[in-house]
């Protein structure tokens, strides 16, 4: 795990804070290099996505994830609201946020895996042969702000 963690900071300090562009290798360097440059691009794409849901929920519900689709279903009390899918506000939940079904296709679900959670309750997460589900639920009176990190690593 702290490898993995290491692996991740340093793609993002490589591609996520602009190294990259402070160090480019020139058009000489990477004729001579193709090696190490397929290696920096297999490297990159090895990541695992990083997918965050936020929002605010009063209640109990889960969000479905298969390749094609993601929904949610709700349980209990209130619907939550101010919902971000991806850094993306997802207020229609019986339609798939726009994107997930090219991002879905190339992700192995059955091995995604929550890395940071952030709520007052429970939020968990449990595979199915499809991907997997995400349970949210806020049994404490009145809402509270929940958020998650979920990697998924690529096909």
């Known amino acids: 795990m702290k490898t993995f963690f290491q692996v991740a900071l340093l793609a993002m300090t490589v591609t996520g804070w602009g190294l990259a ?15 190490a440059v397929e290696a920096f691009n297999a490297a990159a794409a090895a990541q695992p996505k990083l997918l965050r849901i936020s929002g605010i929920v009063d209640g109990s519900g889960r969000v479905v994830f298969t390749r094609k689709h993601v929904r949610y279903e709700h349980r ?6 101010h919902l971000l899918f991806d850094g993306e506000p997802w207020e229609q939940f019986d339609q798939t946020p726009a994107g997930w079904k090219h991002t879905g296709q190339h992700l192995d679900l059955t091995r995604a895996r929550i ?40 096909r």
């Not at 209990?76 to 609201?81: E, G, K, N, S, T």
């Open 21 to 35: 562009d402070e160090f480019p290798l020139s058009r000489e360097q990477s004729s001579k290099q193709p090696e």
């Open 76 to 81: 209990h009390w209130a619907r939550p609201h």
């Open 115 to 154: 890395v940071q959670r952030n709520g007052r309750d429970m939020i968990a997460l449990e595979r199915t042969p499809d991907g997997f589900d995400l349970y949210l639920s806020d049994s404490p009176n009145g809402a509270a702000e929940y958020s998650v990190t979920i990697a998924i690593p690529r």
